[in-house]
């Protein structure tokens, strides 16, 4: 199935301005005009759609926010956009009051947070006013049919991994995985992965997340034996430690598989045991020119996720074209099977809130990645 190129929301031309910093807690962002006044006296505006943006400003995480508040910041300059009124409302004072006020304050669109235990509490607020949510987590059980996930989630990045993997005749697969609720997420990720590529789950087994429990549980998948390819569904120091126990630096197989967690970790291509792995990840093909535009601007790097913070804002942009201020958000606008164009690729909402993604697969090589699968361009049907 093909992009409809009315739908597919446009990436704004990079400008580079000099000086933009982020706007304080409770204030619009630089673009449309600001507005010193506190969130408890924000004005009735008739002609713009406003549109609150629900990070951590301080904290142990105000460095994350911090990034998501630029790049909403930067997709508004870039698009000169006129139509939307972004204010930001600081996460670490607690979601819930933070959604209070913006749904007070009369938005109509909440974009985050960045937390999956955020979610729950934020929503309860705002679905009383008919506000959706559109949030950066990655976590698939906190979507619905008013909270749209944008994080990448196991299953988008799983399915991809599986279905080359399964392109390339591995049948038999086993699953290493921690205990938890991202562990449980990937299992059930996997195995529905697997059978939908016409594959069998052989074997698996279960740690804590702690440096012996990975690696004794690596050494008995290993004796289960009779599986081609196996998945670490942890990040990559745990890679690091389960990929020796698994196989010899060297050998062709079994195929080890890996998580979205591994995407621009150094150690993967450093670790002799992880070559020739493959996982999925979302394509840096424009990351670079966005991250040189935000250093321009803000005189830092900014943390990868923040392209989410762009790209929904991308998206509210294009659904504002039809949507009368002061209206509520017309949330079906966000369930689109022709999907919609970011600097993360493409991508669409399912109607129960669930992303889904164009990944690329990565292949583990020495001293780095390769694309071995690039990001297809549109969806299948």
Known sequence: MTFNR???V??????????CKVIPKGTPTPAPPPDDRPTDALPADQQRHRIALLVPLSGPNAAVGESFANAT???????NAQSIRITTYDTAGGAAAAATRAVRDGNKLILG????????PVATVARS?????ISYASD???????VFVMGTVPASSLGRTVGYARGRGITRFAILTPNGDYGARARVAFDQAVVAAGGTVVASEGYDRANPSVISAARRLKTKGGFEAMLIADGARFAVLAAPQLKAAGTAGPRILGTELWSGEAAIGSTPALRGSWFAAISDSRFKAFADSYQSRFG??????ATQGYDSVLLTIRIARDWRPGTPFPTARLVDSGGFLGLDGPFRFTSNGLIERALEV???RAGGVAVVSPAPDKFGD
């Open 129 to 133: 006013a008919r506000v959706p949510l």
């Open 113 to 120: 947070p960045l937390q999956g235990e955020e979610v729950a």
């Open 300 to 305: 830092s790097l900014p943390h990868r996720v």
């Open 362 to 364: 990565r292949e583990a």
């Open 6 to 8: 009315r739908n597919i």
């Open 10 to 19: 446009m990436l704004g031309a990079v400008v580079l301005i000099a000086g």
């Open 73 to 79: 910041t930067m997709a508004l300059l870039d698009t």
């Open 140 to 146: 698939s059980t906190v979507a619905a049919r008013d």
